[in-house]
Antibody, heavy 121, light 107 residues
Framework: QLQLQESGPGLVKPSETLSLTCTVS??????????WGWVRQPPGKGLEWIGS???????YYNPSLKSRVTISVDTSKNQFSLTLSSVTAADTAVYYC?????????????WGQGTLVTVSS | DIQMTQSPSTLSASVGDRVTITCRAS??????LAWYQQKPGRAPNLLIY???SLQGGVPSRFSGSGSGTAFTLTISSLQPDDFATYYC?????????FGQGTKLEIK
């Protein structure tokens, strides 16, 4: 069974950079069939797609965050990562990593448990 | 960006009821639509993809329909485990976007 697990600091200071890693187990991140994405959810609010990447490093970003976001992949470690620069309190959220389904369909079929990142001094 | 609008925002219902949640897209997305269930403190769980395909392991009381701009999620007979928040999501084009959510409460 595929599993995803987010890791990284739970507290980031304003203006600094948020960095998270998603470790994939039970399957290979190198499959050409899938993209791997990040989704966030501010406390008590809805879901926002941040961006996605495939095994070769091809990326798509939400234009609302594009200037601050970088998503990268490390196939040797079966991981992909998110960095978000110049954070503010508005970036406080639970951050999820997820797999986009294959076979030409891109729904998020596997999710990590999520990690809360709080932006505060 | 494609805007996704769900209705209602909150729905009160009883065990055994049949309920329907609606999701509208601001432009045609064909059938590139998913439905998720989310419980407090948990990650979203995929229920329906391609508008009407049931994800493996999801009970058959859940069903989805629609195409173009109008979609529905139906739960045929509510069970206690179904009280949660439901989101639709379009994946016709980037940026992927979600509806604002529908909270299903016990009446």
């Amino acid at each position: 069974q595929l599993q995803l697990q987010e890791s990284g600091p739970g507290l980031v200071k304003p203006s600094e950079t948020l960095s998270l890693t998603c470790t994939v187990s039970g399957g290979s991140i190198s499959s050409s069939s899938y993209y791997w994405g990040w989704v966030r959810q501010p406390p008590g609010k809805g879901l926002e797609w941040i961006g996605s990447i495939n095994y070769s490093g091809s990326t798509y970003y939400n234009p609302s965050l594009k200037s601050r976001v970088t998503i990268s992949v490390d196939t040797s470690k079966n991981q992909f990562s998110l960095t978000l620069s110049s954070v503010t309190a508005a970036d406080t959220a639970v951050y999820y990593c997820a797999r986009e389904g294959g076979s030409g369909s891109a729904e998020f079929d596997f999710w990590g448990q999520g990690t809360l990142v709080t932006v505060s001094s | 960006d494609i805007q996704m609008t769900q209705s209602p925002s909150t729905l009160s219902a009883s065990v055994g009821d049949r309920v329907t949640i609606t999701c509208r897209a601001s432009q045609s997305i064909s059938t590139w639509l998913a439905w998720y269930q989310q419980k407090p403190g948990r990650a979203p769980n995929l229920l329906i993809y391609k508008a009407s395909s049931l994800q493996g392991g999801v009970p058959s009381r859940f069903s989805g329909s629609g195409s173009g701009t109008a979609f529905t999620l139906t739960i045929s007979s509510l069970q206690p485990d179904d009280f949660a928040t439901y989101y639709c999501q379009q994946y016709k084009s980037y940026p992927y976007t979600f509806g604002q959510g529908t909270k299903l409460e016990i009446k």
